[in-house]
């Protein structure tokens, strides 16, 4: 299905919900919300491919509002019409908000259920029953199980960021979910990439799916300007606090690969005076939202992460991404540098790379195809010698070892 429409109106989407997307001052449809919205509205299942950024979450969101707007149905108690799952908080707490922008013309209860928070109030508010219930797995998981919740006369699954689930070992939690929902509801998943795991999900769980998917050859935002740094390992701190002097360096994003690693950058760029605040799966649902919320307004202009904050962080005015460390994953690389360049805006990605990362870089040329630009590179013999000395540092002292369902049918009014 390929259409081209210049307004949401255009769409077959309700009043209520324009009258919202014009507060918001949203004018335009994304092609991900061009192509899903209408099969959506439809009542169809969905497979949807695309990357963080392209506007997906309101693609699913806005026929989801109008068909629940639509049904007129109440919640029973402890009950919800429609279940999202998200794999992180993060995600799950900017879905939210996106409900209350979209859906603020219109009479929806919504809760979000998570992890690193208290789950009283969370009780709470699904003990009248729901409309929506935006959730990360494990914690929906225990409150299912405590019969805090009943999933059995749910309409509606969103399952977002499929492929960031199968990396957090959430896919089981995931089955044993959808396992208590109806055989008959409209289903959707969404996935930046298609692993054979979570394609086999996507056959397990969607009914004769559309499929819509964002072409690979635009993973790499044009805004974005791309540039990769080569240099020790060892120089990568003195390097970054370097960079940060710079007065364009606003709002930047630093990205590591391990939490510790990145408690540690923190540490340094402290004593070099720069205000910056860690955020990992190890600091708690509180200490998250403060940090997340500091770089926000601008109190710390830099937040130094791990992967977790790759998706699902949705601020607009990021004007760097560096990566201290490439991912192991160059999907991922994707995914941190698209933190920047949002609604519009330009933005800057760069990479340090020490001679161990090479492959990674190679690999994120190959995904992206296109070769980042080199910035200050070494000359050859230095490249060399850098080699060998990650190599001795890596081996260690000469004298100590190392060790280091398919769905029966349609409901019939869909069908109708």
């Known amino acids: ?107 929806m209860r919504q809760v979000v259920v ?29 409150l299912v199980n405590q019969r805090h919740v009943d999933l059995g006369s749910c309409e509606y699954l969103v399952i977002d960021e499929a492929d960031r689930m199968f990396d957090m070992g959430f896919i089981r939690d995931v089955r044993k979910i959808v396992a208590k929902l109806p055989d008959e509801r409209q289903t959707l998943l969404f996935s930046a990439t298609m692993p054979a795991e979570v394609a086999k999900l996507a056959g397990e ?31 990568k701190r003195d390097h970054l606090a370097k960079l940060l002097e710079a007065p364009d360096m606003a709002k930047v994003i630093v990205f590591t690969r391990t939490k510790r690693g990145a408690d540690q950058v923190v540490k340094r760029l ?27 307004t601008g109190r710390s202009r830099v ?23 490439l991912p192991h994953e160059p999907e991922s690389y994707v995914h941190r540098i698209g933190r920047t360049a949002r609604a519009g805006a330009a933005g800057i990605a760069i990479s340090f790379c020490d001679s161990s990362e090479r492959p990674q870089l190679r690999a994120i040329e190959r995904l ?7 910035v200050g590179d070494m000359p050859v013999l230095a490249v060399a010698s850098v080699a060998k000395k990650d190599k001795d540092a890596a081996r260690g002292p000469a004298s100590g070892a190392r060790k280091r369902r398919r769905r029966p049918r349609r409901l019939e009014q869909r069908a109708a």
């Open 1 to 107: 299905m390929s259409v081209t429409v210049s307004s949401f109106a255009e769409l077959g989407l309700a009043e209520p919900l324009l009258r919202a997307l014009k507060d918001a001052r949203y004018s335009t449809p994304t092609p991900i919300q061009q192509r899903a919205i209408p099969l959506l509205l439809e009542g169809m299942d969905l497979l949807g491919i695309a990357q963080t950024g392209t506007g997906k979450t309101a693609a699913f969101t806005l026929p989801l509002l109008q068909n629940l707007q639509e049904d007129s149905i109440t919640a029973s108690p402890r009950s919800t019409r429609a279940l999202i799952l998200a794999p992180t908080r993060e995600l799950a707490l900017q879905i939210s908000d996106s409900i209350k922008t979209y859906g603020r013309h219109l009479r």
């Open 114 to 142: 998570m992890g690193g928070v208290g789950s009283r109030p969370q009780i709470e508010a699904l003990r009248r029953g729901v409309d929506i219930l935006v959730a990360t797995p494990g914690r929906l998981l225990d």
């Open 205 to 235: 769980i969607l009914y004769e799916p559309e499929r819509v998917e964002i072409a690979t050859k635009t993973v790499a935002v044009e805004a974005i300007e791309q540039h990769v740094h080569h240099l020790a390992s060892t120089t």
């Open 270 to 296: 402290a004593r070099d005076g720069v205000a910056a605040e860690a955020m990992h799966g190890n600091k708690s649902q509180s200490a998250r939202q403060r940090a997340l919320e500091n770089f926000r």
């Open 303 to 325: 937040l130094v992460a791990t992967d977790i904050a790759a998706r699902g962080i949705d601020v607009d005015d990021v004007t760097h991404v560096i990566n201290y460390e």
């Open 368 to 374: 992206i195809k296109r070769s980042l630009s080199v």
